[in-house]
């Protein structure tokens, strides 16, 4: 889960982030070549909150200081906001849409020192189902757990298992079903970082793991029912930052060592990897992931990438870092959307008049014809 997040809502970019004493909730757009001046939708929050994106609704869910859930929507231009659960223990919540029913995922605390995860329902009436307990977790080091939509009404829930041997996996998980749970670690408190890019159909993994003497970063894959064997693209004294992100079919496995980002990149969709190399474009001294919120659900932008989470700047959580380097058109997409449309529009209505003149050249070929005819030319 992520306390930075990343938008595409219509042809515009949100990103929301908290205030520097983390008790407001702000955002600012990308809109038409340049950024809008900060903007505050709620004071008087509780970390963490989540981002949804449904259609033409852009949803923020996120906590008061009472503990109430409160729902904010974007539409038309317009923000609406209206609670709709109260009392609350602190929470993450990833929400997901089923034909028009609203179904979250959370974290709840059954008994002291206990956490597990719960999937509740509401009707089409707003009427809120029993919880439905999934499975005993252990909160990751780096984040709680980690959620992300592939699909509506379908997500994919990584998380640490409560047993004595800690495993590390996913299961997939619908308003009706919850699927069985898929290991991929034996964490046994080694796991310091890890990346999910979940994509059509692939499940890809990126892992910092701590040993004794070392970090190490691996890789694995899932595609149909199959795991790959972990692959280590790297080992250096400290390792950090992990992230993966699609860019023109390649995929690129990046972290941060020594201070600067290092990244190594898959022409064969993670089958194989160069050698790790330093980042040697422009980036901040301070990096952190915001989660990137889509409804390509696995699909690649119209710029050719995509990503789960981005890199920005945690100085300034609008300034997104690498992106922009390596996709040159990235901030120009509502822009260049826009103008392709309007030359669509342009080149149909040329294309309608020059079949216009056509006709009307035949038309006075047929009465210059006729008229000769008449005249016995």
Not at 239 to 255: D, G, P, W, Y
Request: proline fraction near 5%; include cysteine; aromatic fraction near 12%.
């Amino acid at each position: 889960m992520s306390t930075h997040f990343m938008a595409q809502h219509g042809q515009s970019l949100y990103f929301f982030y908290p205030s520097e004493n983390r008790s407001a909730l702000k955002y600012r757009i990308w809109q038409d070549g340049h950024f809008s001046p900060e903007n505050t939708l709620h004071t008087g929050i509780k970390l963490p909150f989540s981002v949804f994106h449904q259609e033409d609704v852009l949803s923020v869910f996120c906590q008061d200081t009472q503990g109430n859930i409160m729902l904010f929507s974007h539409r038309n231009g317009t923000w609406g906001n209206r609670t709709i659960l109260k009392g609350s223990k602190n929470i993450l919540l990833t929400p997901m849409l089923s034909e028009d029913n609203l179904c979250i995922v959370y974290n709840g605390t059954a008994e002291a020192d206990t956490s597990y995860l719960y999937k509740r329902s509401a009707t089409s009436a707003g009427q809120w189902q029993e919880a439905e307990t999934i499975d005993h977790f252990k909160p990751f080091a780096f984040t709680p757990y980690e959620a992300q939509i592939t699909g509506p009404g379908h997500m994919l829930l990584f998380y640490q298992t409560q047993a004595e041997e800690c495993q590390v996996g996913y299961r997939e998980v619908t308003p009706k079903r919850t699927g069985s749970f898929h290991r991929f670690l034996n964490a046994q408190g080694s796991l310091v970082d890890a990346s999910y890019l979940t994509t059509q159909d692939t499940v890809h993994l990126l892992m910092v793991v701590k040993t004794v003497f070392s970090c190490q970063l691996l890789y694995r894959k899932k595609t149909e029912d199959v795991f790959t064997p972990p692959a280590l693209l790297w080992e250096s004294p400290r390792i950090e930052n992990c992230l993966l992100t699609i860019i023109e079919n390649e995929l690129h496995a990046t972290c941060m060592a020594g201070g600067r980002l290092h990244f190594a990149i898959s022409l064969n969709d993670g089958d194989a990897f160069g050698p790790m190399e330093p980042y040697k474009r422009k980036f901040c001294t301070e990096p952190i992931k915001a989660s990137f919120v889509t409804q390509n659900y696995g699909q690649m932008t119209r710029q050719g990438w995509f990503a789960r989470h981005v890199y920005v700047d945690k100085a300034a959580p609008w300034d997104i870092q690498m992106l922009p380097d390596l996709c040159p058109n990235f901030y120009a997409l509502a822009e260049k959307r826009e103008a392709s449309s309007q030359m669509r529009e342009l080149e149909d209505r040329l294309t309608a008049a020059q079949l216009a003149l056509d006709a009307k050249d035949r038309q006075i070929l047929e009465l210059l014809y006729k008229s000769k005819t008449e005249d016995g030319i």
